[in-house]
């Protein structure tokens, strides 16, 4: 029976890896497995990274291992995929009992850009930038296609991200916020409420048509530009509070 169960399963996994894109061949395979979305958000990122012109730019707050960007520059590789990431090992993560760093570059070998680097070195179109987003990011000015938000789920980062990033948003363009559970009562620590009240709100903006939510992950299109300026002031005044702060210490 055991084994039965075992066969069903693997089978049931080579369905999902048939949808997503068998990245066996680029990353580790534990990496895959262990990567930190569900399936069906996996299967959203390849659809949504599917319905990109060629030569869209595709910008991704949170990258981790690269996970979620492999998945979508593998579902479309004509885009141009920005990743911002501290890529430090700063935040050991576990699934089910064993660290995902340790699965996915050895027991030795610390989460680095240059390990990241290795990880996505078949990904000719994406690009890994080093640093705390928004903070060190600040003189971007290439318009975007896509936004993936799966950094900082907490202020004052994770707002100032959305404010800054979706500022820079092509109309048409996709925001695309990750780690959004209404559902799950406070305290827990994965009810996050920066984006609750980021997603709330935006449901309610005439400037953005909510498209809808798998799982985690809320989907939005940008009608009108006409609040940018607005929005990007306000994500330099959090960059200015932020200096501040590090200032006092
Ligand atoms: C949930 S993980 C991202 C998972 C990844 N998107 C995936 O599915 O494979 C969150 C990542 O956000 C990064 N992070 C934390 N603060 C950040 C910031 N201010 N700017 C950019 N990335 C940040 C962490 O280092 C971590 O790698």
């Known amino acids: 029976m055991t084994g039965f169960v075992s066969q069903c399963l693997e089978q049931y996994i080579k369905t999902l890896n048939s949808v ?8 580790p395979y534990n990496m895959q497995k262990y990567g930190l979305m569900q399936y069906d958000e996996k299967f959203l990122l390849v659809q949504l990274s599917r319905s990109l012109q ?21 579902a479309n590789p004509t885009v141009d995929l920005h990743c911002f990431d501290p890529f430090e090992d700063s935040e050991p993560r576990q699934v ?11 027991p030795d070998t610390p989460r680095s850009l240059s390990a990241v680097q290795a990880l996505l070195k078949d990904f000719e179109r994406i690009q890994l930038h080093q640093g ?6 600040m003189e971007w000015s290439t318009p975007i296609d896509l936004y993936f938000e799966d950094g ?11 404010d800054f990033w979706s ?12 780690d959004h559970r209404p559902w799950l009562k406070e ?54 509070d932020y200096q501040r702060n590090k200032l006092r210490g």
């Not at 089910?96 to 996915?104: E, K, M, N, P, V």
């Not at 798998?214 to 990007?232: G, P, Q």
């Open 187 to 240: 305290g827990d620590y994965l009810h996050f409420p920066a984006v609750i009240d980021r997603v709330r709100a935006l449901q309610s903006d005439s400037s953005w048509r909510y498209l809808g939510q798998v799982y985690t992950t809320a989907v939005f299109e940008k009608l009108d530009a006409s609040n940018d300026l607005a929005l990007r002031r306000r994500a330099y005044e959090a960059f200015v």
């Open 132 to 137: 705390y987003s928004p903070w060190s990011f």
């Open 20 to 27: 997503v894109g068998d990245l066996r061949h680029h990353l």
């Open 54 to 74: 060629p030569n869209s730019v595709i910008v991704e707050v949170g990258s981790f291992l690269g996970s979620s960007a492999a998945i979508m520059s593998n």
């Open 167 to 178: 500022s820079h948003l092509k109309i048409g363009g996709l925001l695309v916020i990750h």
């Open 96 to 106: 089910d009992g064993s660290s995902i760093i340790a699965s996915a570059l050895g």
């Open 152 to 162: 900082l789920h907490h202020d004052p980062e994770f707002s100032a991200n959305i």
